[in-house]
Structure formats: C-alpha cells, structure tokens
C-alpha cells in the first residue's frame, strides 16, 4: 500500500478554479498533494475523516499590512483562524524592505511599527528574516513605492529627481532578483501624494521584464477616483505590466452610489490591458487620522494616538464634545493617529465585492491596539456573510476570488488549487457555519466554522485552535497567469 504523510476523507473539494465541488479523498507527503480521488488507499501518518466539509486551497490575502508581524509574532493567529495560508505584504506603498529610516518612520510607514521594526535595509535581508521567523503562513512581498521614496529623499512633499529616482530603481531591481512580487503605491498618501505619474512609471519599467505586477492605493477614492484610475492604467499599459488596484471602493458619502460607473471603467481597461482589484467585505476602511478625510456627517473610531492614547476607542464626535472643540480640530490635536472610517456604502461594496474581477484582501492592520474586525474576520465573512447567506455569488466563485485567482495573478507557483503535485496549502471548513464573530466593538476573534487548515503539508490550525505548528515559507515570484 502506498503511503502518506495525511489522508483527509471523504471531503467536499473545491479545487479553487471556480468549478463545482466533488466528494474526494486528499492524499499529502512532503508538503505537496499527491494524489487526489474518490476512496484512495493510503498508509497515512496521520488520517482525517472530512465529513463532507468544504476543503479548499487555502486564502490568499492579497492585501495585507503583515510586513513586521510575520516575524514578530509568527504564530499569525488573526489570518490562520480564517483559514488564511498566504499573506501578500507590502501594499499601499509601505513595506518593511527596503528601508533606511533617518528618524521615525512617515506616515503612513508607521502603521507597520515604531522605527526599531524597520531593520531590513535590502530585500534579501527582510526574506533571510521571514525564512529564521518561520511564520505560520507563507509570505509574498510587494517594494512599497513611499520606503523607496523614505530611503532617498529628504522630504516627501516634492517629485524626486532623476538621480533619487535612479537610486529608488536599483533598490527595486534588487528586490525582484530576490524574489519581490512588484512595485505598490500609496498616492493618496501625503508621503506619495507628490510624485508626478513619471515618477512611478519609470520605477514600473523594470517589473515587466521580471513578469512582476503593480499594485496601488491610488491617489483618490473620493470625487476624483476616475481621474485616479486613469493614472493607474496608464501606468500599467506604458510599462506593459498588470494592474492590481487596491481596496476599490467610492469613499466618501458625496462619492456613494458611484460604483457602477467605477467599475464600467475597470471594464473598459480590462479590454485593453491585464487589470484587477481587490476589496473587503465592509462598508469602513482604517488607516491613520487623516485631516482630509475629517467630515461631520462621518462616524471615526480612533484606534490609536500617540499624544492620547487613552482616547482609543472613542470616536472623532465624542472626543470633540469632550474636549469643546470641532472634530477638524479634536484630530488635530491627536496625531499622529489611527481611525476606522465609516465612509462606504453597503450597496458600492458588494458591487465592488461581486465583480469578477474582485479578489479578496483584509487590509487589516495588526498593529492597532484596536483593529478594523477585517483584521480577523475577512474571509469567514465572505463566504459565510456574502456568499451563504445573502448570495452576493456562489461558495465555487467565492473561493476561486481568494485562491485560485490571487495565487494566478501574483505567480504564486503551484498554489492556490487542489491539484496533484500542488504544496498542500489547504483550508477545511463548514459551509453551514463559517462565519466571521470579530466586530467594530470586540474586533478580535477568531471565526467559527474553520476545522482544519494546512500550510505547507503542516496541519497548523484545528477548531480547537492554533496546533503550534508553522509551516510558512518565503514565496518569490513564479510566472504570473493573468485571470480576466
């Protein structure tokens, strides 16, 4: 009798292309899947008996602001729980690596830690870090445009130069020999605001040629997000590389309603050129205290504030009553600061989240004394929330939006799909009970309905909780496969 290292019976696969499940057995040795069919006779190490439960690869979150935590708290609880496996670092401009910091980091670098956290001067550096952390969950990583911009430049509110440029493209050329997955902005970012469309485009030059994508917090969400999007592709197509714009939504309540016409744009591109998203399942977004984004008619939570960090948890509105003074002002006096914004319309969200273009991504931020619950709750809420019970689409495409999609787009080899050969990066869940238990008020929880989940071959996660057993790997970019 052939032998493996763990035999899951008698399970519902979805194989993460979108396809409908069948009921199979799952054989796993040496970290990979080795045979996949209906009753399969193997001498197993260990055995599971399925039960009919959902397996299927295991998430992706393609949005993630990990960077640090992957090596300062390995265990990765928030994401494991969700029966995450990989987690995409790097987004939004701001990464770990590389970085030189002359100070404190800028904002919104800060939202990864304190400047002791930043200790990764070359990519290799950060990768030879994750590889001595052995995180839970494998890890692929974006350059942030706004670090090479830190490392070069001595203010941020200006367009660098072409030799600050030149230094930013060596430093990115570095990180893709080393494995990097592509460049991310974070235009809308005072630290990035300022950089002409030039600038970017002459450092996405050289990701073509490493088959490497683009990613970006584009320089408006709010009135003027056609203007951004525009910018984004035009990028994408001069420098013939993919687009991946990140958390799409209509901000703002002047902005909502507007969706339609946001993603009749992102249509348009996808004629033309490789474009995509991603989005999370809820109608507020979190970063930090941002003076701009302050509007009366708005609910803001801060999370977190240097000069008041007892006000944490409060809201914009109660801490200005307290205090006596306009909200405009109360912010103000908090930076620097983090906020949950309840600036989404439920409506443009789930169009957003239902277009096939749309992968899945936490944007959670794992340093905030009190996080968004998308921290914990992303996935188990797509696939319980949206999915399940309001069938925003049906559980295959679900799946296929955080695996098979992601894994394909990022060139995350050999992963994303149950297939023979694959690494055994599997989640196993309840259908009938998934579901996401983290709120605005008791953010961190873990969901219900996860019963297994494997990273690497290496069961590191059961309904009874962490097994202790990390299995995570570095992931360098493979040869991307382009999902419309």
């Not at 839970?136 to 509110?157: E, K, P, W, Y």
């Not at 005072?190 to 050289?206: H, M």
């Not at 989640?427 to 009970?433: H, P, W």
């Amino acid at each position: 009798m052939l032998s493996c290292d763990t035999l899951i019976r008698n399970a519902t696969v979805l194989d993460g292309s979108g396809a409908d499940g069948q009921r199979m057995d799952v054989a796993l040795r040496g970290g990979r899947i080795c045979e996949i069919g209906p009753h399969l006779a193997y001498d197993a190490s260990e055995s599971m008996d399925a039960d009919g439960l959902i397996l299927a690869p295991g998430f992706v979150d393609v949005h993630t602001h990990d960077d640090t935590s992957v090596i300062r708290t390995p265990a990765m609880l928030p994401k494991l729980s969700q029966g995450v496996t990989t987690v995409i670092v790097g987004n939004c401009g701001i990464s770990a690596a590389p970085v030189q910091l002359r100070g404190e980091p800028p904002d919104p670098m800060n939202l990864l830690g304190n400047a002791d956290v930043f200790c990764y001067p070359t990519f290799a550096a950060y990768v030879a870090a994750i590889q001595a952390a052995s995180p839970a969950v494998n890890v692929g990583a974006l350059v942030g445009h706004t670090a090479l911009r830190n490392n070069h430049m001595d203010r941020l509110d200006r367009f660098a130069t072409e030799v600050e440029i030149d230094a930013m493209r060596e430093q990115l050329k570095e990180a893709l020999d080393n494995g990097a997955l592509g460049l991310s902005s974070g235009l809308a970012y005072l630290s990035a605001y300022s950089a002409s469309t030039e600038e970017v485009l002459s450092l996405a030059t050289p990701l073509a040629a490493a088959g490497a994508v683009y990613t970006t917090h584009m320089r408006s969400e709010t009135e003027t997000i056609l203007d951004a999007m525009q910018e984004a592709f035009e990028i994408g197509r001069l420098s013939h590389v993919p687009v991946i714009i990140s958390h799409l939504k209509c901000a703002g309540i002047n902005n909502w309603g507007r969706s339609e016409e946001v993603l009749r744009t992102l249509e348009t591109a996808r004629t033309e050129q490789y474009a995509g998203c991603d989005c999370y399942p809820y109608a507020a977004g979190s970063s930090t205290l941002d003076l701009r984004q302050v509007d009366e008619r708005v609910k803001i939570t801060i999370t977190w504030s240097m000069p008041h960090p007892e006000i944490a948890g409060h809201t914009l509105a109660q801490i200005a009553a307290l205090w006596g003074v306009k909200q405009l002002e109360a912010a103000r006096q908090l930076q620097p600061a983090g906020a949950i914004y309840h600036s989404i319309s439920e409506e443009d969200m789930r169009r957003i989240l239902r277009h096939p273009a749309t992968m899945i991504g936490s944007d959670g931020l794992p340093n905030d004394p009190l996080p968004h619950p998308r921290l914990w709750g992303t996935f188990p809420r797509v696939l319980g929330r949206y999915s399940r019970d309001e069938k925003l689409f049906s559980l295959p495409e679900a799946v296929h939006k955080m695996t098979g999609m992601p894994a394909q787009r990022f060139g995350l080899a050999e992963r994303g799909m149950i297939r023979k050969g694959y690494f055994a990066d599997l989640a196993l869940f309840d259908a009938e009970r998934i579901i996401d238990t983290a709120t605005f008020s008791d953010p961190m929880q873990p969901a219900e309905g996860i019963a297994g989940v494997w990273v690497n071959g290496i069961l590191s996660y059961t309904a009874h909780g962490a097994t202790e057993k990390r299995g995570g790997r570095f992931l360098s970019r493979g040869k991307t496969k382009w999902i419309q």
